[in-house]
């Protein structure tokens, strides 16, 4: 069976401090996606940023960069400069050959002034 | 562009009685999902469609929740008769069609079963 497994339960840091959410997971497919949502106290989910399992280079968005280690099966994702709009729960989610999302339990990310 | 849209976004009701939830993806969506949220967790698959057609249905409890997507726009889901473990929010989500693109969600519906 297919996992993600998000290891912290919750996180806080200091605005613009950097910040690293961690993500493991397991799969016995060779081509996959996985991705990392944002989930604001609001509700609503966004994505942050994905990552093609065929592809080294790591993917980034802004201040979001991911450290993709196929070999480890490990997806963080570190945010840099963090804001307060930061604050949020952040799903990491792995999309297999059905283009099936499993999702792991999440993070809650807070961040203070 | 807009987004994807729920209603009702909040929902009481007493057990037993039944309750639907609508749901407009973002135009020209041709895959749709529908989710169910734990507090504090993840999001479970419940059903999801392309087009008109539930692709895969295996995660929805047949014996009291439903679905439809009669003209593979909007769907609704429905719960008869709701259980006090219900409660929780549904989402829904939508994207171009089957494969490994990005899902967008919408608010979703937090649903309180007394």
């Known amino acids: 069976a297919q996992t993600v497994t998000q290891s912290q339960p919750e996180m806080s840091v200091q605005e613009a401090e950097t910040v690293t959410l961690s993500c493991t997971y397991d799969?016995?497919?060779?081509?996959?996606?996985l991705f990392w949502y944002k989930q604001p106290p609001s509700r609503q989910m966004i994505l942050v940023i994905r990552q093609e399992a065929y592809k080294q280079q790591n993917a980034t968005e802004n201040r979001f960069s991911v450290n993709f280690q196929k070999a480890a099966k490990s997806f963080s994702l570190k945010i840099s400069d963090s804001q307060l709009g930061d604050t949020a729960m952040y799903f990491c989610?792995?999309?297999?050959?059905?283009?099936?999302?499993?999702w792991g339990a999440g993070t809650k990310l807070i961040i203070k002034p | 562009e807009a987004g994807v849209v729920q209603s009702p976004r909040y929902k009481i009701i007493e057990k037993k009685q039944p309750v639907a939830f609508w749901c407009n993806p973002i135009s020209g969506h041709n895959t749709l999902y529908w989710y169910l949220q734990n507090l504090g967790q993840g999001p479970e698959l419940l059903i999801r469609y392309e087009n008109e057609e539930a692709v895969d249905d295996s995660q929805l409890p047949k014996d009291r929740f439903s679905a439809e997507r009669l003209k593979g726009v909007d769907s609704t889901l429905k719960i008869q008769p709701a259980e006090l473990g219900d409660s929780a929010v549904y989402l829904c989500a939508s994207s171009p069609r089957d494969g490994y693109y990005e899902q967008y969600f919408g608010p979703g519906t937090r649903l309180t079963v007394t």
């Open positions: 989610a792995l999309m297999d050959s059905n283009y099936q999302l499993i």
């Open positions: 799969t016995s497919e060779s081509n996959y996606y």
